[in-house]
């Protein structure tokens, strides 16, 4: 009899994959959708379902015309579900084995990402999982906003909070905006003021961004006349565009240090400074992806790191 008993504590009627499935399917209300985002094929995903169905003895889903949704036990099913994915993750982080996992991370990040900190997060995420790949997409932040909400990406490192109910923030080192142009322009060596600085056209963020955003309402606001803004989707146009001249830039310190060290441009010292560039690295909680987490914390890990080191060197410089 205890055997009996011992044999049937050891069936396990689904897997991880059946549950994960289940999740997406679940979110996303389309089989084919669900197998876009797990790698794999709509009769994989079909066939992943029926069989959680068969073990568990219970229908998930209703299949209508052109979507499927959950049925009334599915409904009751999928926080319990939710719950053991959660559980499994942090088994295999107590046992060390999500280096082992295969899968894709698919990653978008601000391009003021791609110019300070993304190589060093690469090789460490590489380090950390060599099974899993990543897709990067490069975008300003209200496309990567829109595309982390529609999961068409697992985490997205952007000018955030992203207010979502299902999004997870996790805040990663600020990055500072100088006053940059080229060393000819006619603007004096002193603390210059925004009346001085806006003879000039400024180059700065796309529209859709808030540092263009604060920097055409202060100038709006202050001055009598509408301000020359020139926005710039890519900061390496921007920073040629400053270096040849064309206007004065609001630039991550880390874009332009390069160019300050070869004398192409030179700071300038102004009454009023932007602000800091406030950054997140998000991710879903909804459906639960343990390695979309994991790339969100060592993303706030590695660029804490990396704004550490900026503030030692900076420091040697000045002193």
Not at 71 to 90: C, I
């Amino acid at each position: 009899m205890a055997a009996d008993c011992d044999a049937r504590i050891a069936v396990i009627p689904f897997n991880i994959k059946q549950l994960e499935t289940f999740i997406w399917v679940a979110t996303l209300g389309s089989f084919r959708k669900a197998a876009n985002q797990l790698n794999t094929t709509q009769p994989a995903v079909s066939a992943r379902i029926a069989s959680l169905e068969r073990a568990l003895d219970v229908r998930l889903f209703e299949r209508l015309s052109n979507t499927v949704r959950l049925t009334s036990m599915g409904q009751q099913l999928l926080p319990l579900v939710q719950r053991t994915l959660r559980t499994a993750d942090r088994l295999q982080r107590a046992a060390n084995t999500l280096s082992t996992v295969n899968g894709v991370l698919r990653l978008g990040v601000a391009e003021t990402i791609v110019h300070t900190w993304l190589s060093d997060f690469l090789k460490e995420f590489h380090d950390n999982y060599p099974r899993i790949d990543v897709d990067l997409v490069v975008d300003v932040t209200l496309n990567l906003r829109n595309d982390l909400i529609s999961h068409r990406l697992d985490t997205a490192i952007l000018m955030g909070p992203v207010s979502e109910y299902r999004i997870e923030n996790i805040n990663v080192p600020s990055v500072p905006l100088v006053w940059v142009c080229a060393p000819h322009l006619s603007l004096p060596q002193t603390t210059v003021t925004l009346c001085e600085l806006v003879r000039f056209p400024i180059l700065t963020y796309a529209r859709t961004t808030r540092p263009h955003n604060e920097l055409y309402h202060k100038l709006s606001t202050d001055m009598d006349d509408p301000p020359r803004m020139f926005p710039v989707n890519s900061l390496a146009a921007a920073l040629r565009m400053v270096v040849n001249g064309i206007g004065i830039g609001a630039l991550p310190y880390d874009v332009v240090a390069e160019p300050l060290e070869r004398g192409e441009l030179r700071t300038i010292s102004c009454e009023w400074h932007p602000s800091n560039l406030e950054f997140t690295a998000s991710f879903s909680m909804d459906p639960f992806n343990p390695i979309a987490e994991h790339a969100a914390l060592l993303a706030a890990k590695v660029a804490k790191t990396y704004s550490m080191q900026r503030q030692v060197m900076l420091q040697a410089k000045t002193g």
